[in-house]
């Protein structure tokens, strides 16, 4: 019986997610599998990827081969590299402690360049964060100063009426004061 280990999709449209199976070549893509060796899913940033390497690499020595997208998978958990330092221990080329070692090796290796990565991309997103509330507060400032600059104008036009209508007040006042002083000065004349 060929073994595969392939995706089988899970997941609702647009949003998919997949188990890492180990099936029979000729099973439907969602249909029976033998073994579920993990799971795959795409959706998150990064993608998220839980895998058992122990299984996997147990199937892969027993002739299972994986598809593209699955032997990228293998290869990212390091089931490909774990399979093919006990290729060497069954040779005699290594020891299996010798084995151990340069797979925990690998494996931290791979640890750092991830989060390295996480941490590369989680500045990228603080720096376009940082970027955006900038841009935020530039375009409040502006906002705020045309507000400013509207109530500033608002605020001179009714000073101006305020002071027009006080002058013309004032220049009434002066025309009525103007004749009673006529008539007073005309009454001194008089008298």
Do not use: H, R, S
């Given at each position: 019986?060929?073994?595969k280990i392939r995706l089988q999709r899970h997941g609702k449209k647009g949003k998919p997610f997949f188990w890492i199976v180990a099936a029979d070549a000729r099973a439907k893509r969602d249909g029976k599998y033998?073994?579920?060796?993990?799971?795959?899913?795409?959706?998150?940033?990064?993608?998220?990827?839980?895998?058992?390497?122990d299984s996997s690499v147990k199937w892969l020595r027993n002739g299972a081969q994986p598809t593209d997208t699955a032997k990228r998978i293998l290869s990212y958990k390091g089931a490909m590299m774990k399979k093919h330092l006990l290729a060497g221990v069954d040779k005699g080329a290594l020891t299996e402690e010798e084995a151990d070692k340069k797979f925990e090796a690998w494996m931290s290796e791979k640890g750092d360049k991830i989060s390295t990565a996480e941490e590369k991309a989680a500045k990228i997103k603080e720096v376009e964060r940082e970027?955006?509330?900038e841009a935020e507060r530039e375009v409040n400032a502006k906002r705020e100063a045309e507000a400013k600059a509207a109530q500033d104008e608002e605020e001179a036009k009714v000073k101006e009426e305020a002071e027009a209508k006080a002058a013309a007040e004032s220049e009434k006042e002066s025309k009525e004061e103007a004749p009673a002083e006529e008539e007073s000065s005309e009454d001194t004349k008089k008298a």
């Open positions: 019986m060929p073994v033998l073994e579920k060796l993990g799971i795959y899913n795409p959706v998150t940033q990064p993608a998220t990827i839980e895998l058992d390497v970027k955006a509330l």
